[in-house]
């Protein structure tokens, strides 16, 4: 079984920035994808970032030089550091892990931003 433990989330003003943090626990194999999912109040959940084990990274566009996703393999854990951030961004952040055919999700974190 996979844990994942999300932090990091809050209230910020446009244009700031915070930075989330997913740590993984359990039975993780070497080679896994994690990434960053989002959801807004009345719609569907969208993938914000992703990257590989062997780092290769994904970015929607709207997060394309704002947002950048980071892992520490070592640790089993994957960052979100978001900056310039827009009162669109408002969501429940979810981490994910995919790993041997099998999808995990974390418990969410709520970043607003407004001001």
């Known amino acids: 079984q996979v844990q994942l433990v999300e932090s990091g989330g809050g209230l910020v003003q446009p244009g700031g920035s915070l930075r989330l943090s997913c740590a993984a626990s359990g039975s993780i194999s070497s080679i896994y994808v994690m990434g960053w999912y989002r959801q807004a109040p009345g719609k569907q959940r969208e993938l914000v970032a992703s990257?590989?084990?062997?780092?290769?990274?994904y970015y929607r566009d709207s997060a394309k030089g704002r947002f950048t996703i980071s892992r520490d393999n070592a640790k089993n854990t994957v960052y979100l550091q978001m900056n310039s951030l827009k009162p669109e961004d408002t969501a429940v952040y979810y981490c994910?892990?995919?790993?041997?055919?099998?999808?995990?999700w974390g418990q969410g974190t709520q970043v607003i931003v407004s001001s």
């Open positions: 990257i590989s084990s062997g780092g290769n990274t």
């Open positions: 994910n892990l995919k790993v041997s055919g099998s999808a995990y």
